[in-house]
């Protein structure tokens, strides 16, 4: 069985940001692996990015600093061909010094599993086919399958390492910061060069274009967060190109939310929501509530951008029902702001107010300052319409204004300074026109630097109240 040959690859970062614990469990993994000077069985739970950040580490560990040479069995349907070959025709005078099964969910799947069953009926004699490590890595949610179908062999692990990511907020987050430090210090933080490092990935054969895809998906997400779109669209289409040539629904619904999503920000809002259909389309195939919900947020929001506030409302009171039961706090938040903004342009203020009101009680809860933010925004417009312009006024500038700038999200604070400007104009207090005036250039200089449409519509705000630009 001849290996994939591997080119020298550069790594683009890291693929996923783990957890502290799982970073120390992958230095206990790393330590058995060292002192393995017979057969040793590890199971490596872990999926989707962290699963592509576990399969680097363990390329870069291979053959250095104590841990044995590793062969990589496929990650395809055939790596239980391989497998059956390996244990058939192994040299046992040429014995492995160590192995790893990337995809070990596929001896499950492969032929009803016969693969995994000779290598757990073959249990006793792989010692003298591997004389180091065998890792397996396989999702958490398929441990129990794997340890049912191969019992024996489960009985002898050496050790089991459970691996995750970090949560999504804070990786997003992390990301964004990584970005905009590349930007500021002049460094090429475009999209060609880490497509460059990703291709050559894709070009080598070592990575399973699943990881890719999520790779791909979480380099575009930093880019969106970034204000750099035209990025963002380059890796979700790249995520898209390799999610449906190897039929990965779950990474292709992932990266038309986010096409989608940059498409609702940037337009043309019809494309968005043409993409968004077709994730809502995979959605229902997949049958999970929660990527459904959040393939409908998606829609509805483009819908209401689009002027289908019907349409709209009604994806976002099947979204809430998709959430019933699970708990994504975050998710089900959003949905009320979209619901409140709906209820807000039909005039419905009291029960916009009481629904933002829930949606700022749910962000404070969890510690989310942006979106408390955005949400202290459309509680600003609940007031203003009301009247209750003073109070506006000081929400936006003792509020949400210092949250946007210590966060440098500049697409916020640009629409931020917007409204308040407009405040500021409706309420026309000595010095407040020369304020909104002020506020105005800096939002329509963003505005334009960005390229998004709200650059025509600042515009338009300062022609009809005679201010400079």
Known sequence: MSEVPRAQ?????????????????????RRGMRRSKSFALFVVLASDAARAEVLWRLREWSGRDGVPELLFFSWRQDAARELDRFLAAANRESPLAGAVVPYAEVLLDAEGGRALAELNMGRDMLGRLITGPLVLVVPASRAGELARAAEDLWDVRAGTVVVEAEAAADAKADAKADAKADVDAGVDAGVEGQASHLREIEASGEVAPGALV??????GDAFFKATLYDEAIHAAKEAERLARGVGYTGGLIHALVLRAGVLETTGPFEESVRVSREALAHSRVVGMRGVE?????????ALRRGGQSEEALQHLDAA??????????????FILGEIGDILQARGQLDD?????????????????????????????NILQARGQLDDALHI???????????????????VARTNL???????????????????LRLAHAEAERLGLPEAEHIRQIQQSHNLPT
């Open 9 to 29: 690859l550069t790594r683009p970062g890291p693929l996923a940001r783990l957890t502290e614990e799982s970073e120390h469990r992958l230095d206990v993994l």
């Open 214 to 219: 999520d790779a791909w998906v979480r380099i």
């Open 293 to 301: 919900s959040a393939s409908r947020f998606i829609l509805a929001r």
């Open 320 to 333: 809430l029902h998709d959430l019933e039961g699970i708990d994504m706090p975050r998710e089900r938040a």
């Open 352 to 380: 916009a107010l009481r629904i933002q009101k829930e949606q700022l009680s749910i962000f404070e809860r969890i510690g989310e300052d942006r979106a408390r933010a955005m949400t202290l925004g459309r509680i600003a």
């Open 396 to 414: 936006r500038q003792q509020e949400q204004l210092p949250v946007f700038e210590r966060l440098g999200d500049v697409r916020s604070l640009l």
């Open 421 to 439: 400007a407009q405040d500021l104009l409706t309420r026309n207090a000595p010095g407040d026109r020369n304020e909104a005036a002020r506020l």
